[in-house]
C-alpha cells in the first residue's frame, strides 16, 4: 500500500492513510500531489504562521529508486509573500521518507512547546526540543543523531526559523536546503524543530528489466551533456563567467549587471581558498557539491559547501564584496542560523542603498555599505535574532522593509515579496517574464529562458532576438510546464540539463506500469499552472501583482552588452497579454473554468 503520513501537533498525534490512487494516477507526486493536497488542507484565508497552515514535504515516484539526480519538495503558503509556496532540497532526507515508507509527511497544527518528531518505518514519537532551542542547523542535527542513531536523516531549522524571519530555510541533512520562501519560520511557528527519519523499506519498480535500461539511458545521456561535464567540474560557481558577460550578475543591488572583480567569486577562486571534494545528493552522478574546509587566513577551519551560484551573485556582486572568505563565511552563518541567502543578500542590499539615499535615523549607523564585509556578517546575525530596529524590520523582507523607507520602493527588488534571484533580467525580457509569472514569486527556477534569449539554444529552430519580446511568453510556458510536469517527479534542475523528456518519461512508466504518452509533460504542466494560478487568485492575487519592481522597468541597465536596455510597461504588458491568452487565462489573468 501507498500512504501518507499526517501529524497533528496539536495533540502530538498522527495517522497513517492510503495515498489515493486517484491522486496517483493524475497528478504522479511532488508538486501535483502539492497542488491537490494544498487545497484541500490550506484554505484562502489561512495565516501562513498560523497553526492553520499546514507543511507538507512530498516525494515522487522515482525517489529512492537507482534513477538518477532527484530530489524531493515542501510545500506550504509562504509567510514572506503570502503565495503557494513549493520549496525543493536535494540530500538524502526525501529519500529517507521513502524508505520509511511514505510519499508525503503532512504536518498540521501546533505543538505547545518546542517539539521534534522521530519517524522510524511507522514507529513515530513526540519528543521535547526545549534544550535545541536556539541551536544552530549543525548542532542540531549533531544532538538529535547522537540521542537517536547516526542512521537518522534530520531536517532542521535554526534560530531564524524559531524567530519567524519571514525567510528562514528548513535545512535537509546540514548541506542541504528547501531555501526559498519562508518555510523554516512556518515550521518556527508550529513550535517544530526538527525531524528526524529513518526508514528500512525497499523502494520497488513494476518493470525491472525496462527501468534499469531507462536508467542506463539516462546516466548516458548525462554523461554526453557539456552542461554536466561543467556543473560536474566546477558546480554551479561555473556560471559566474557567464552572467557576467551577459550582464546579468546582479551588483550593488541589482543597479548594474556587471561586478569589476566577479573573477574573485568564479570557482577557480574557491578551489584556491578550499580544499575540495565533491559532494552529492542521494544517487546523483552529477555531484555539483563541492564541499572544503578554509585553510588559511580569518576564518581557518570553517567546513562549507562551497558557495553556489545564487549565494555568490545575492551575498558577493550584490553587496559589492569581493573577497571569497568573507563570502564563505558569510554563506556559512547564513546555512547555520536558517537563511536563504538570496532574500539575506536582496535584504541587505536594499539597505545598503537605502543608507545611501534616506535620512531615516535607523539608516545612520556606520558601516551601512557596499563591500563592507563586517556589517553584513553583523547584519546576518542580528536579522535571524531579530535583535534591533533594522534587522527586525530586515528580518520582514525587502517588501516589507521598504514601507518603513519612504521613497525606497524605486529600488526595492523584488516580485510578489519574494526577493528576486542572481540573474537580474535587463537585456533579457523572457526571463523578466519568467520571474513576473513564476508562481511562488520572484523565482528563476520555474523556467529560465536566458539560452535561448542569448541564442545559445534555437527556439522552434529560430534565434530569438535577444531585447524583443515576441514569442517570449510561449518560450515561457514551455518551460514552465516542462519544469513543474517533471516536479511531479521530483527531478533536479540540473538534471534536466542532460535527462531527456524521454527518458523521464520511460523511467517513470517502467516504475509504476503508467503507460503515458510523450506530449504528457505539456498537459500535466499546463494542469498544475492552472492549479497554482488558482490557488493563488484565492489568496488575493491579481494581474497587478504580475509586474517587474521599477528598477528594472524605469532605469536603463547601465553597463554590459545590453546597456541602455530596460524592460518597459508596455513590453510586460504585451508579455503579460499573450502569456494569459496563451495560457486560456483572461486578460486580467483569471481562470473562468
Ligand atoms: S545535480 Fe547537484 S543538487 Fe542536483 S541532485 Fe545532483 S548533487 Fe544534488
Redo the contacts with the bound molecule.
Keep these: 500500500m501507498k500512504k501518507m503520513l499526517i501529524i497533528n501537533l496539536n495533540k502530538n498525534s498522527y495517522e497513517i492513510v492510503e495515498t489515493p490512487l486517484s491522486l496517483i494516477e493524475e497528478y504522479i507526486g511532488g508538486k501535483g500531489f502539492g497542488v491537490k493536497l494544498y487545497q484541500e488542507y490550506i484554505k484562502a484565508n489561512t495565516k501562513p504562521l498560523s497553526p492553520e497552515n499546514v507543511v507538507m514535504f512530498i516525494n515522487g515516484p522515482l525517489t529512492g529508486t537507482l534513477a ?4 524531493s519538495c515542501l510545500i506550504t503558503r509562504s509567510p514572506l509573500t503570502g503565495t503557494w509556496l513549493d520549496s525543493y532540497f ?2 538524502y532526507f526525501g529519500q529517507e521518507i521513502k524508505y520509511a515508507g511514505y510519499d508525503a509527511v503532512i504536518i498540521k497544527g501546533k505543538a505547545t512547546e518546542p517539539t521534534y518528531i522521530t519517524i522510524n518505518n511507522d514507529n513515530i514519537n513526540f519528543h521535547s526540543a526545549v534544550n535545541l532551542k536556539g541551536k544552530k542547523v549543525s548542532e542540531t542535527s549533531e544532538m538529535i543523531k547522537s540521542k537517536h542513531g547516526r542512521q537518522y536523516k534530520i531536517a532542521c531549522i535554526g534560530p531564524a526559523g524559531e524567530n519567524l524571519v519571514r525567510y528562514a530555510l528548513v535545512s535537509c541533512e546540514h548541506m ?1 536546503q528547501a531555501g526559498r520562501g519562508g518555510a523554516g519560520a512556518v515550521l518556527g511557528s508550529k513550535n517544530l524543530k526538527a525531524l528526524a527519519v529513518r526508514g528500512t523499506n525497499l523502494v520497488n519498480v513494476n518493470d525491472k528489466k525496462g527501468f534499469l535500461e531507462a536508467v542506463k539511458k539516462a546516466h548516458q545521456e548525462l554523461n554526453e551533456s557539456p552542461s554536466i561535464k561543467s ?1 560536474k567540474e566546477d ?1 554551479t560557481p561555473g556560471s559566474i563567467p557567464y552572467a557576467q558577460d551577459i550582464g546579468m550578475l546582479p551588483t550593488k543591488n541589482y543597479k548594474y549587471g556587471q561586478f569589476e572583480k566577479s573573477e574573485n567569486l568564479e570557482s577557480k577562486a574557491q578551489i584556491n581558498s578550499l580544499w575540495m571534494r565533491n ?4 544517487g ?6 563541492k564541499i572544503g574546509r578554509v585553510f588559511k587566513g580569518e576564518y581557518k577551519g570553517i567546513i562549507s559547501d562551497t558557495v553556489e551560484y545564487e549565494t555568490l551573485g545575492l551575498i558577493g556582486a550584490n553587496l559589492g564584496l569581493s573577497n571569497i572568505n568573507h563570502i564563505i563565511k558569510i554563506a556559512n552563518l547564513c546555512d547555520e542560523l536558517g537563511l536563504d541567502t538570496i532574500s539575506t543578500g536582496g535584504s541587505i542590499g536594499f539597505v545598503f542603498e537605502a543608507a545611501s539615499k534616506s535620512n531615516l535615523d535607523i539608516l545612520q549607523k556606520k558601516g551601512l555599505e557596499f563591500g563592507n564585509a563586517e556589517t553584513v556578517i553583523e547584519l546576518v546575525k542580528n536579522i535571524a535574532s531579530r535583535k534591533g530596529e533594522l534587522s527586525n524590520i530586515l528580518a520582514e523582507g525587502v517588501k516589507r522593509a521598504s514601507k518603513h523607507i519612504p521613497g525606497s520602493q524605486e529600488y526595492s527588488v523584488h516580485i510578489k515579496g519574494l526577493e528576486t534571484p542572481a540573474w537580474s533580467p535587463r537585456g533579457a525580457p523572457g526571463m523578466g517574464l519568467a520571474l513576473m509569472t513564476a508562481d511562488r514569486g520572484g523565482c528563476h527556477q520555474r523556467a529560465f529562458p536566458v539560452s535561448y534569449e542569448m541564442g545559445d539554444d534555437l527556439w522552434q529552430g529560430e534565434q530569438l532576438n535577444r531585447l524583443g519580446v515576441d514569442k517570449k511568453a510561449e518560450l515561457v510556458i514551455y518551460l514552465q510546464n516542462k519544469l513543474a510536469a517533471l516536479d511531479t517527479l521530483v527531478k ?4 534536466t540539463y542532460g535527462i531527456s523528456e524521454e527518458s523521464y518519461r520511460i523511467m517513470l512508466n517502467t516504475a509504476t506500469g503508467f503507460n503515458l504518452p510523450s506530449d504528457y509533460w505539456q498537459t500535466l504542466g499546463a494542469k498544475i499552472w492552472d492549479e497554482t494560478r488558482r490557488i493563488n487568485l484565492q489568496h488575493g492575487f491579481e494581474r497587478n501583482d504580475d509586474y517587474l519592481p521599477e528598477r528594472f522597468v524605469k532605469e536603463p541597465l547601465p553597463d554590459g552588452p545590453a546597456s541602455g536596455h530596460y524592460i518597459s510597461q508596455s513590453d510586460m504588458d504585451q508579455m503579460l497579454d499573450d502569456y494569459y491568452r496563451l495560457r486560456g487565462w483572461d486578460k486580467d489573468g483569471r481562470l473562468n473554468y
Excluded at 538518477?68 to 530530489?71: D, K, L, N
Excluded at 533536479?492 to 538534471?495: E, I
Aim: proline fraction near 9%; include cysteine; charged fraction near 15%.
Design positions: 538518477p539526480s532527484f530530489r536535494g540530500g542541504r556543473f558546480g559532494l552529492a545528493c542521494s546523483c552522478p552529477i555531484a555539483c557539491g533536479c534542475d540540473f538534471g
